[in-house]
């Protein structure tokens, strides 16, 4: 199965993204398998840098070093879907400033619904970054009416175990793209959080 095959926008309604780069995961995979869940922020303005691009991009190479970092011998996201890993962005789009509006990540935060609820033995769900944490966030709301991830910097909320049913709820930092490479200690606290994960799945 493909992701793509069953979460797709149409209209486009959102204004602070860059249409020409939407995309969706379109890697075959098992759903059953999937056993964690990595969100980042948005697709990348240049849809090679995405997670499942051939090639060596930048999405792939941030979050396998993400991993690495984490003492997890690993080269690919092929290997990492291997191990029950699936990655995709709570936006579908790149975007087209250096911040994304409530609204689109309310708008995409629907997309995203569909998308988590693929996969039946989710354990673990990785937010990477304020924007996943909002989407998320949402999707919860909508259901229960309040949120998993509280208000609050990062770093002061990530020690805390957090659960949506009996999956396992981290908010961390964002791992895909350039900036995982400058900010040194936000990258060491993401390895703090993908080895927990990693405990909590016997990996």
Same mark, same amino acid.
């Given at each position: 199965?493909?992701?793509?095959?069953?979460?797709?926008?149409?209209?486009?309604?959102?204004?602070?993204?860059?249409?020409?780069?939407?995309?969706?995961?379109?890697?075959?995979?098992?759903?059953?398998?999937?056993?964690?869940?990595?969100?980042?922020?948005?697709?990348?303005?240049?849809?090679?840098?995405?997670?499942?691009?051939?090639?060596?991009?930048?999405?792939?190479?941030?979050?396998?070093?993400?991993?690495?970092?984490?003492?997890?011998?690993?080269?690919?996201?092929?290997?990492?879907?291997? +191990?029950?890993?699936?990655?995709?962005?709570?936006? @579908?789009?790149? =975007?087209?400033? $250096?911040?994304? &509006?409530?609204?689109? /990540?309310?708008?995409?935060?629907?997309?995203?619904?569909?998308?988590?609820?693929?996969?039946?033995?989710?354990?673990?769900?990785?937010?990477?970054?304020?924007?996943?944490?909002?989407?998320?966030?949402?999707?919860?709301?909508?259901?229960?009416?309040? +949120?998993?991830?509280?208000?609050?910097?990062?770093? @002061?909320?990530? =020690?805390?175990? $957090?659960?949506? &049913?009996?999956?396992? /709820?981290?908010?961390?930092?964002?791992?895909?793209?350039?900036?995982?490479?400058?900010?040194?200690?936000?990258?060491?606290?993401?390895?703090?959080?993908?080895?927990?994960?990693?405990?909590?799945?016997?990996?």
């Amino acid at each position: 199965m493909k992701t793509s095959e069953k979460v797709s926008c149409n209209d486009f309604p959102c204004i602070d993204i860059i249409k020409g780069a939407y995309i969706v995961p379109d890697v075959e995979i098992d759903p059953s398998k999937i056993q964690a869940i990595m969100i980042s922020e948005a697709a990348p303005a240049n849809t090679s840098d995405y997670y499942y691009s051939e090639g060596e991009p930048l999405f792939q190479k941030t979050t396998v070093q993400a991993f690495q970092d984490a003492g997890l011998n690993v080269s690919t996201i092929d290997e990492l879907l291997g +191990r029950g890993f699936y990655f995709t962005t709570a936006v @579908k789009c790149g =975007k087209s400033g $250096y911040s994304i &509006g409530t609204g689109t /990540v309310k708008t995409c935060s629907t997309l995203l619904r569909r998308e988590l609820d693929m996969f039946p033995n989710l354990s673990i769900v990785m937010l990477m970054g304020d924007v996943a944490i909002k989407a998320f966030n949402e999707i919860v709301r909508r259901r229960t009416g309040k +949120r998993v991830i509280p208000p609050g910097s990062t770093y @002061k909320i990530r =020690k805390t175990p $957090y659960y949506y &049913g009996d999956i396992r /709820v981290f908010p961390s930092y964002l791992q895909a793209g350039p900036s995982f490479f400058i900010e040194k200690s936000k990258r060491k606290m993401i390895a703090e959080d993908i080895r927990e994960a990693l405990k909590i799945l016997g990996k």
